[in-house]
């Protein structure tokens, strides 16, 4: 199963850029977030694997993330023009995910986020949900969107929501 989500950010793409590698601001925009720690390399590097728990609801879930794909390494100074691209592998119970993200400039002032997620099932339980619930990957995708481009253009925290 395969989604594309897209949204445009009011900022510039070194400044989006920045903001979604530092992994102190995760928590603000990442709602669920219990833990992101790296198990080797620096968080957000190629080739580094983290351990990510995620509070959804009542149920905790753990998973693996790899970083497969970060271009420019440095996410200074990038090339006016150029495509920055941040691909990784989500490895849970059940499901394997990969999301490649992609930011280029839609305006002086304006970045273009778009991510597309791919999703393998493995376990009866997330086939069930992939056939019964497409939309709920979709939408959570959507979500974790829309909340960080609250974050840097508005200031908002989810953890400062109530629900």
């Avoid at 440095?74 to 930011?103: Q, T, Y």
């Amino acid at each position: 199963m395969k989604c594309i989500v897209s949204t445009e950010i009011a900022l510039p793409r070194e400044t989006v850029v920045q903001l979604l590698a530092d992994p102190a601001h995760l928590p603000k925009w990442l709602r669920g977030l219990v833990l992101h720690e790296p198990l080797n390399g620096k968080h957000g590097q190629l080739g580094t694997k983290s351990r990510v728990v995620m509070q959804m609801g009542k149920q905790k879930i753990e998973c693996t993330e790899t970083i497969t794909r970060r271009e420019p390494a440095d996410l200074h100074e990038i090339p006016k023009g150029s495509v920055v691209h941040f691909d990784r592998e989500i490895v849970s119970e059940g499901m394997w995910n990969a999301v490649r993200d992609r930011l280029t400039e839609a305006g002086p002032e304006t970045t273009l986020w778009e991510s597309e997620s791919e999703y393998r099932f493995s376990s009866v339980m997330m086939r069930l949900a992939g056939l019964l619930m497409p939309g709920a990957f979709r939408k959570q995708s959507e979500q974790h969107m829309q909340d960080f481009k609250r974050f840097p253009e508005q200031g908002k925290d989810v953890r400062e929501e109530t629900d």
